[in-house]
C-alpha cells in the first residue's frame, strides 16, 4: 500500500508538471554526454556546464548513479541508456527489468528529482558489423521493461527507444529509402511498438563517417554551405548528406505505414582531429550549419516544414579512452575539450551567442614531461608503445593536429600524454631516463600539450576497464540477495 501511494505521488507530480509547463515546441539541440575519459570532470562540474550553456537535454550511455545525482533538480530533460551488452539479460526476465526500472529510473524520477523522459534501450542494436548478435533481444527487453515501468506508473511518462545507425536503411535515392531485408520483420515489430506507446524513432547520423569512409564522396555536400553535387530524386533537390539521409528513413517508415512517426536524431556531430577533414573548421562549419538548418523549421524535401523533434550533437566532451576502432578520431568529437573548455565558437540557438567554458576546473600543476634532449633516443620506440598503449596519442596520426611537430615532438607528447593519465607521478616521466619534467609548455600551433585535472575531478584506468557486463553481474548479485532478504 504504501509503495502503490508513493508511486501515485509521483504520477501526481509528473501530471502537475506536465500540464503547469509551457506549450509550445519541444524541439531542441541537446548533448550526448559521454564519460570514457582520463581525465574525467566532476558530474557536477559538467551539469553547471550544461545549465550555463542553457542546454536543457541530455543523453547518457548508461544510467551512471553519478551523472544522475548531479542532474538532480536541474531541471535538464534526460535520456537514459541501456548498453547492447545488458540486452539478453533484460529480454529474459521481468525480474531483471524491475530491477533495472527500480534501481535506474522510479528512484530518480521523485520531487527535486531527475527529468528522466527516455530510456534508450540499446546502441545501434541492428548495426551490420554485430552480425545480429543483438537482434534477438530488442523486443523482449522492450516489452519487460515497458511491463516494469507500467508498474511504477511511469509507463506513459518515460519513454522506450532504441537507437539505431543510418545504416539500418538503404536506397540509391532518399524515396527509394528501405530498412535492410534481414531487419524488415523486426523494424516493423519496433516501429509498431513505438507509435503504440507515444516513443519516437531514434536515429544516428553522421555525414562525416560518409566523407571518412568513401574518397568518392563529395566533401561540400556532407556541410549545410550549398554545394554543386546535388542530388535529385524526382522533384525533390537534396543539397547535402543530412536531408537526403533523413528522407531516406521517412521512406522507409513510410514503406511500412508510419510515415508520420516523429524522428529523434540521436547522435550528429563532427570531429576536430585524428584525421583528415577532421579539424576545429570543419567542426565549427558542420554543427553551426546544422544547427541553423534545424532551428530554421525548413524542414526536408519528404517532411517540409516539419525539423526532426530533437537533436543531440554528439557529443558534449572529448573522450580520450573511448576504443579507437572506428577511427583515431574517435577520441575528439566533443564540442568542448575533455576540460570543459569551447573548442570553437558555436551558437547553439539556446539565448547564448557563444559557448560559455566549465568553471572551477581543478588542474594538476602546470608542468610536463617530455623527451630529454641531452639523451640518445633511438631505443625509445618500445617506451612510446606503452605511452600510447595506455594514454591518448590520436593527435598524432595523419591529419591530426600535432601530426607536423617531429620526431622529438611526437615522443614529448607521448611521453606527456602518459604522464598526465598516471597524475604526473614522477617515476612516470622516468622512460628509463629518456624523459624528463618541464616546466615550460611544449605545446606549439595547434598541438596543445594537455595538462590533466585533479584525481577529485578524474577517473583512474581501473574503473575505466569495468565492463557494463560486469556492474550488471554485480547488480544481479545484489537483486538476488534483496530477493533472500524479502
Not at 548498453?83 to 527500480?102: F, G
Request: with cysteine; glycine share 8%; aromatic share 10%.
Amino acid at each position: 500500500m504504501l509503495e502503490a501511494a508513493a508511486a501515485a505521488r509521483v504520477v501526481c507530480l509528473i501530471l502537475i508538471c506536465w500540464l503547469t509547463a509551457p506549450r509550445g515546441a519541444e524541439a531542441a539541440i541537446g548533448v550526448n554526454w559521454g564519460t570514457l575519459s582520463f581525465h574525467k570532470l566532476k558530474p557536477s562540474t559538467v551539469v553547471d556546464l550544461l545549465k550555463d550553456n542553457k542546454i536543457s537535454k541530455v543523453k547518457l550511455f548508461e544510467a551512471e548513479p553519478d551523472c544522475l545525482e548531479a542532474l538532480k533538480g536541474s531541471g535538464i530533460q534526460v535520456m537514459v541508456g541501456i548498453p547492447n551488452e545488458m540486452l539478453a539479460v533484460l529480454s529474459s526476465s521481468t525480474d531483471a527489468s524491475d530491477l533495472w526500472v527500480r534501481r535506474n529510473v522510479s528512484r530518480y524520477v521523485v520531487k527535486n528529482g531527475v527529468d528522466i523522459r527516455y530510456v534508450a534501450v540499446g546502441n545501434e542494436p541492428f548495426l551490420t558489423s554485430y552480425s545480429g548478435q543483438f537482434q534477438p533481444y530488442v523486443m523482449p527487453a522492450l516489452l519487460n521493461l515497458q511491463q516494469s515501468l507500467a508498474k511504477v506508473n511511469l509507463a506513459s511518462y518515460v519513454k522506450l527507444v532504441v537507437p539505431c545507425n543510418a545504416d539500418a536503411y538503404e536506397a540509391a535515392l532518399p524515396s527509394q529509402g528501405a530498412f535492410r531485408p534481414e531487419l524488415t520483420q523486426l523494424i516493423t515489430q519496433l516501429v509498431s511498438f513505438l507509435n503504440s506507446n507515444g516513443s519516437p524513432f531514434v536515429v544516428n547520423i553522421y555525414p562525416f563517417l560518409s566523407l571518412y569512409g568513401n574518397s568518392d564522396f563529395p566533401q561540400e555536400y556532407a556541410f549545410f554551405e550549398g554545394t554543386s553535387h546535388s542530388v535529385t530524386d524526382g522533384s525533390a533537390v537534396y543539397n547535402n548528406a543530412f536531408d537526403g539521409n533523413f528522407d531516406t528513413l521517412v521512406a522507409a517508415l513510410s514503406k511500412l505505414g508510419y510515415g508520420q512517426m516523429p524522428i529523434v536524431i540521436g547522435e550528429v556531430g563532427w570531429p576536430t582531429d585524428g584525421a583528415i577533414s577532421a579539424n576545429l573548421t570543419a567542426a565549427r562549419t558542420f554543427n553551426q550549419g546544422l544547427i541553423n538548418h534545424v532551428l530554421s523549421n525548413k524542414g526536408t524535401p519528404l517532411r517540409p516544414g516539419v525539423p526532426p523533434a530533437d537533436v543531440y550533437l554528439f557529443g558534449l566532451l572529448d573522450e580520450g579512452a573511448k576504443s579507437t576502432l572506428p577511427g583515431t578520431f574517435e577520441r575528439h568529437w566533443g564540442i568542448f575539450s575533455f576540460d570543459g573548455q569551447a573548442k570553437y565558437p558555436l551558437n547553439l540557438g539556446l539565448g547564448s551567442r557563444r559557448l560559455i567554458n566549465a568553471k572551477n576546473v581543478e588542474y594538476l600543476p602546470s608542468r610536463w614531461c617530455v623527451a630529454n634532449p641531452a639523451r640518445d633516443l633511438s631505443a625509445v620506440e618500445s617506451h612510446m608503445k606503452l605511452a600510447c598503449s595506455v594514454a591518448d596519442c590520436t593527435t598524432l596520426s595523419y591529419g591530426g593536429s600535432c601530426n607536423g611537430i617531429g620526431a622529438k615532438g611526437n615522443i614529448s607528447y607521448a611521453f606527456n600524454s602518459y604522464y598526465q593519465v598516471q597524475m604526473q607521478n614522477e617515476q612516470s616521466c622516468d622512460f628509463d631516463g629518456l624523459g624528463m619534467v618541464t616546466f615550460l609548455d611544449p605545446s606549439t600551433g595547434e598541438c596543445r600539450f594537455l595538462v590533466g585535472v585533479t584525481r577529485s575531478s578524474s577517473t583512474s584506468i581501473s574503473q575505466l576497464h569495468h565492463s557494463p557486463a560486469i556492474v550488471w553481474i554485480w547488480i544481479l548479485i545484489t537483486w538476488r540477495v534483496w530477493i533472500f532478504v524479502e
